[in-house]
């Protein structure tokens, strides 16, 4: 923790040639799986725009700081870095607890780019969200699911936080809106091992489906677990937060009948995913953490905050506010030219189905479905 009444290293003082920006990502804790990846896509995305001239005549420094630990501790932290001046802008994923209580801190103060997926409603001024929300990626999942499958029991299994609980609200009447319910819900602090009461509640459930809302290694213990009660022999699973590296953690016995449901996977065969590829390949090796949805999220925050910085023509944050209302800020990375309207990006959702240690790409979603239907499966 920061001490404000002490100075600071060379890099927290301003510094007019240098546009810091605070980095908030996980790197303790079940979400620490997929730490390491969010912070080399941060990274490649800033060396690109300082490539490229950087931003406002400035180049972009990325300060990370450690988004796994209590709120408030977190919010303090950036706070700091805000106020010694160390940084002029806040990105990165970390769950929607701790945005809640960043985001009155700072968002004021400095624009915030947060690029997890969440729970929807965000309408702090000055927060811009990259990422992906019920409405846009659960909803016609299980829509989708419903109709192909015949899902008409679903089981939620979450961690007990805002995000799976709001979900979990959404997810009652989308299974209301495809003639099904929500048969059961359990949630379960962060960091959980045990999950063998869990799957009793579901086998006692009869449960078409599990719709699993747990961050990172609790995912992939739940998916093991899972696969040793052999319950996918009898109930399938749907995730909106589960990303290679969970996946390949989780390994190929434990993720028959997952599917996962993102605006970006990384066997996505488009011209702007496999450029992404080769570049993050040349960068940092094949032996660098998989590519995934929660990664690349903080390679897409570190563009929004720079088109928004540019497009304000300055980092004050009304200014930025007033150019985001304009609709007229976008952006183009590995998932294409992407649009900001109302502080959130639109965006194309997928969904995928686990096949061994990768993710089959079966179609591309819709808020409803099109006439002519996906590709069966």
Avoid: K
């Amino acid at each position: 923790m920061l001490r404000r009444d002490l100075p600071g290293p060379e890099w927290f003082t301003a510094d007019d040639s240098v546009l810091g920006v605070a980095l908030v990502f996980p790197l303790r804790g079940p979400a620490g799986i997929f730490g390491p990846t969010c912070e080399l896509c941060a990274r490649l995305a800033a060396e690109e725009v300082n490539r490229d001239g950087g931003v406002l005549g400035r180049q972009l420094r990325l300060v990370p700081v450690d988004g796994s630990g209590a709120p408030h501790d977190i919010a303090d932290e950036v706070e700091a870095l805000v106020d010694l001046g160390a940084v002029q802008g806040v990105t990165g994923w970390h769950i929607s607890s701790v945005r809640r209580v960043l985001a009155p801190r700072i968002a004021h103060r400095v624009p915030y780019v947060y690029t997890a997926l969440y729970e929807g409603g965000e309408d702090t001024a000055g927060v811009f969200l990259t990422s992906e929300t019920p409405r846009d990626q659960l909803r016609p999942a299980m829509e989708l699911l419903a109709r192909e499958r015949g899902v008409r029991r679903w089981f939620v299994v979450g961690n007990d936080y805002v995000w799976p609980r709001h979900t979990a609200r959404s997810a009652r009447h989308y299974a209301r809106e495809s003639g099904g319910r929500v048969a059961g819900e359990v949630y379960l602090p962060l960091g959980t091992e045990d999950f063998e009461p869990v799957l009793r509640h579901v086998e006692r459930s009869d449960a078409d489906a599990v719709l699993m809302l747990l961050v990172g290694s609790d995912a992939v213990r739940f998916n093991r677990a899972f696969a040793a009660c052999g319950l996918p022999a009898r109930c399938l699973r749907l995730s909106t937060l589960m990303d290679e590296n969970m996946l390949v953690a989780s390994g190929p016995a434990a993720t028959e009948d997952l599917y996962s449901t993102a605006g970006f996977f990384a066997s996505l065969a488009t011209r702007d995913t496999l450029d992404f590829h080769g570049r993050y390949a040349a960068r940092y090796g094949v032996q660098a953490p998989a590519l995934g949805s929660l990664g690349e999220s903080c390679y897409e925050g570190v563009l929004l905050l720079a088109a928004l910085l540019r497009r304000a023509g300055t980092p004050d944050v009304s200014a930025i506010g007033a150019a985001a209302g304009a609709g007229s800020v976008s952006y183009e990375g590995p998932r294409g030219l992407l649009h900001l309207r109302d502080a959130h990006v639109r965006q194309r959702i997928y969904l995928a189905r686990a096949d061994g240690l990768d993710f089959d790409v079966l179609t591309e979603l819709e808020a409803r479905p099109r006439d002519t239907g996906p590709r069966s499966f």
